[in-house]
């Protein structure tokens, strides 16, 4: 397991994160002393489809004002200060990466919501949190860098109150065949562990969960990119954008992450759960 997410965090690492999205912020207009979550958005939702996702997410999720999150595998934080700000709930975020969470919890500050959105680093297969303590749980784009997640989810129904919820949106297998790489979450297989959704379902249910709702989204994900390479052909790269997270093999990650939700090898996909008594 360690070796694992040594893996995982190596292929996130960056350096100098937090100068670099401020520094693009800059160079796209904002005021650094008045930043918005919205403002943060274009790099800091790291997952297929960004802010649209989590907006269609929270549908499905229904997060209630001063419900207790917890954000698995948070990264920078969009989302968890998307709940925070839009939902009114108060948000705890757990990720492999030292440097996300420094960077979450400074953007957090930026934007005013440091009272609300608490980030810090842990694995999702040892959560340092007593049993009961969230109201609802969620993952965005997380499952797959882990191999066991038989005992994740056994450490989410841990965390999670009796009645809670459990959110995911994760890209999961299609079909048969390799995939290619790298991609957003994987230099290579030795870290990438994607799964059907079938899988998805069985270990969720000797968890202790029901799955209350699933959808594919990849109609939703190839809508998004048509969208990406439209703007893109007519203004040019932006300065603010997820290839500030993906570093200098950006463009060659998504392109085959498109390829393989095109091919139908992959999709993302969501799925809420409910924890049974």
Request: with cysteine; hydrophobic share 45%.
């Amino acid at each position: 397991m360690m070796q694992t997410e040594q893996l995982v965090a190596q292929h996130y690492a960056h350096g100098s994160l937090e100068q670099t999205i401020l520094n693009a912020l800059a160079a796209a207009g904002k005021d650094l002393n008045r930043l918005t979550p919205k403002d943060l958005a274009p790099v800091d939702e790291f997952h297929v489809g960004g802010r649209l996702a989590t907006v269609a997410f929270a549908e499905q999720f229904d997060p209630q004002p001063g419900m207790r999150l917890l954000d698995i595998g948070c990264g920078l934080g969009g989302a968890a200060r998307y709940f925070a700000q839009e939902h009114e709930c108060s948000v705890s975020g757990i990720d492999l990466s030292g440097e996300y969470v420094e960077v979450a919890n400074a953007l957090a500050a930026r934007v005013g919501l440091g009272a609300r959105v608490s980030c810090r680093q842990g694995s999702a297969l040892a959560l340092p949190f007593a049993p009961g303590s969230f109201d609802a749980v969620y993952m965005f784009h997380v499952g797959m860098n882990i191999e066991d997640k038989s005992r994740l989810f056994a450490e989410v129904r841990r965390v999670l109150a009796p009645s809670g919820r459990f959110g995911i949106y994760d890209v999961m297998r299609l079909a048969g065949g390799d995939l290619s790489y790298p991609v957003p979450w994987a230099s290579g297989p030795e870290s990438s562990f994607v799964a059907e959704p079938a899988t998805y379902r069985g270990l969720l249910a000797a968890a202790g969960f029901e799955v209350l709702k699933e959808r594919v989204r990849r109609d939703f994900a190839l809508e998004v990119f048509a969208q990406m390479r439209a703007k893109g052909a007519a203004a040019g790269p932006a300065p603010l954008g997820l290839h500030i997270v993906m570093g200098a093999t950006a463009a060659q990650k998504v392109k085959n992450m498109i390829g393989d939700i095109t091919s139908g090898l992959i999709a993302p996909t969501e799925m809420i759960c409910a924890a049974r008594a």
